[in-house]
């Protein structure tokens, strides 16, 4: 989703919304992807003080979403286009689309009138990454997930550090990892898939005691060639404990060796899942 808050604060501007008013209506407006915009007209009007006229005029304009149609529809908006900040960020949206068109992903993205980012500072271009439900293919839009990342422009933020208050274009995204994994995971547990936390192909395991030589030149030939193998680091692992740990990482291998397998000269290979067995 992107926007840009020239825009809204055009919007705002046309709706009749003094400046000093700005940020709280932006504030309130961000809350429009979890409430609907009944619960944020009733805020603007009863906590931030707007007058209702003010509140439905913004509601026709921030409950807009779309692509490069709706950029132009509110280039030709007659009060919208007049307003110099709103022009420059409709200016540059329809830029954005212009490149996004040519880079062949403008269906990935929604120019969201509703999205307002809470946070003072931007001064332009804002956005925010949402994650879509991929399974509900009997609705005709795909349900939002909630947002795992987001950021924008804010072109006086460092330039207040400075001693000459010079403005430093920047651009900032901030990614939401702790939502990204929990998703990840209540993925991984409706899949029933197991997820592999390793990439090793084959656990050396030995079944008896003092094989620990016997498990370091197995792995080592094996490493030599390009398998990656693992073992337990313990001196006299249980066999028991050697498979359970191939099941708890997912690692699909056993390459066994006993004292009579060393004495027979083979290995001892055991699929971990079906439990089958061939000595090589």
Not at 224 to 229: N, S
Request: glycine letters at 10%; proline letters at 4%.
């Amino acid at each position: 989703q992107v926007n840009d808050r020239r825009i809204l604060n055009g919007v705002f501007a046309v709706c009749g919304v003094p400046e000093s008013q700005f940020i709280p209506a932006c504030c309130t407006v961000d809350k429009l992807d979890k409430v609907p915009w009944e619960e944020v007209r009733s805020e603007m009007v009863g906590e931030k003080g707007l007058s209702p006229e003010a509140a439905d005029r913004i509601g026709e304009y921030v409950q807009l979403h779309g692509g490069l149609d709706l950029i132009e529809q509110l280039l030709q908006d007659p009060k919208l286009s007049q307003n110099k900040v709103a022009k420059e960020g409709l200016g540059d949206m329809k830029l954005l689309f212009e490149y996004l068109t040519l880079f062949g992903i403008t269906g990935k993205i929604s120019f969201d009138l509703s999205l307002a980012r809470g946070l003072d500072y931007y001064t332009g271009m804002i956005f925010e990454a949402v994650l879509l439900q991929q399974d509900n293919e009997h609705l005709e839009e795909p349900l939002s997930v909630g947002s795992v990342a987001g950021g924008g422009r804010y072109d006086g933020l460092v330039g207040m550090f400075d001693a000459k208050g010079r403005k430093v274009p920047c651009v900032g995204v901030s990614i939401g990892i702790e939502r990204i994994f929990s998703i990840l995971e209540q993925r991984l547990e409706a899949s029933g898939e197991k997820l592999r936390t390793t990439e090793t192909q084959v656990l050396v395991a030995t079944p008896q005691k003092h094989l620990l030589a016997a498990r370091m030149k197995l792995i080592s030939e094996l490493w030599d060639a390009g398998i990656k193998a693992e073992m337990l680091y313990k001196k006299d692992p249980k066999l028991l404990k050697q498979l359970q740990y191939c099941e708890d990482t997912g690692i699909p291998l056993a390459a066994i060796v006993g004292e009579q397998e060393l004495a027979d000269g083979v290995v001892k290979l055991r699929d971990v899942a079906t439990r089958k067995e061939v000595r090589m």
